[in-house]
Nanobody, 130 residues
Framework: EVQLVESGGGLVQPGGSLRLSCVAS????????MSWVRQAPGKGLEWVSG???????YYADSVKGRFTISRDNAKNTLYLQMNSLKTEDTAVYYC????????????????????????WGQGTQVTVSS
């Protein structure tokens, strides 16, 4: 059974940092691409970042330069280091497994559509507020 368990969320002031973790089990973590997807209050799902098994990383423009995705295949764990947090980063953050290939925008950026994921964790709340 595939399980994804996120942790590390909390309340942080604007400009602060948090590191989210996602412990995976029930599948071969090291060869699977992984994503972070978020949902802000009253809004739809927004893909945040993705990483291939080989370590290639991709980011949404809204978080590029502030967030860093990484993985420890020996620990079956996915991470999201979030720096320079803004109030608009407030959301529930989900760890998820993509089941389709990356898509490409007209501008040439790569992304995973939130609908292209077949397994999700329970989510962890991140609140950025003064």
């Amino acid at each position: 059974e595939v399980q994804l368990v996120e942790s590390g969320g909390g309340l942080v002031q604007p400009g602060g940092s948090l590191r989210l973790s996602c412990v995976a089990s029930g599948f071969t973590f090291s060869t699977n691409a992984m994503s972070w997807v978020r949902q802000a209050p009253g809004k739809g799902l927004e893909w945040v970042s993705g990483i291939h098994g080989g370590g290639y990383t991709y980011y949404a423009d809204s978080v590029k330069g502030r967030f860093t995705i990484s993985r420890d295949n020996a620990k079956n764990t996915l991470y999201l280091q979030m720096n320079s947090l803004k109030t608009e980063d407030t959301a529930v953050y989900y760890c998820a497994i993509p089941n389709r290939s990356l898509r490409r925008t007209n501008g040439g950026s790569f992304y995973y559509d939130p609908q292209d994921h077949n397994y999700w964790g329970q989510g962890t709340q991140v609140t950025v507020s003064s």
